[in-house]
């Protein structure tokens, strides 16, 4: 069984830094693509950033210069700092990870919330 176990999240004032850990265990190979996503009250979930197996990265436009994406496949653990916090950032964080076994699954983290307090 392969789970996503993200950790980092918390509260944080305005212009502080977060950096969130997602961690794949289980049997879990071929990981294609790593991602953030986060999901606001009452907003559809959006993608945060995401890097590919050669560490090619896109960004969501409001995050580009404060947010870094990075992963480590040894542990295939996926990162995400989090720099020049904004209230517009609140929201629950999810990884999620695209592998190509099995023909192609995605997987998903059990979310973690970040807040920016004006």
């Known amino acids: 069984q392969v789970r996503l176990v993200e950790s980092g999240g918390g509260l944080v004032q305005t212009g502080g830094s977060l950096r969130l850990s997602c961690a794949a265990s289980?049997?879990?190979?071929?990981?294609?693509?790593m991602g953030w996503y986060r999901q606001a009250p009452g907003k559809q979930r959006e993608l945060v950033a995401d890097?590919?197996?050669?560490?090619?990265?896109n960004y969501l436009d409001s995050v580009k210069g404060r947010f870094t994406i990075s992963r480590d496949n040894a542990k295939k653990t996926v990162y995400l700092q989090m720099n020049s916090l904004k209230p517009e950032d609140t929201a629950v964080y999810y990884c999620?990870?695209?592998?190509?076994?099995?023909?192609?699954?995605?997987?998903w983290g059990q979310g973690t919330q970040v807040t920016v307090s004006s």
């Open positions: 999620r990870l695209d592998a190509l076994m099995r023909g192609g699954v995605i997987y």
């Open positions: 289980g049997n879990i190979f071929s990981i294609n693509v």
């Open positions: 890097i590919t197996a050669d560490g090619s990265t």
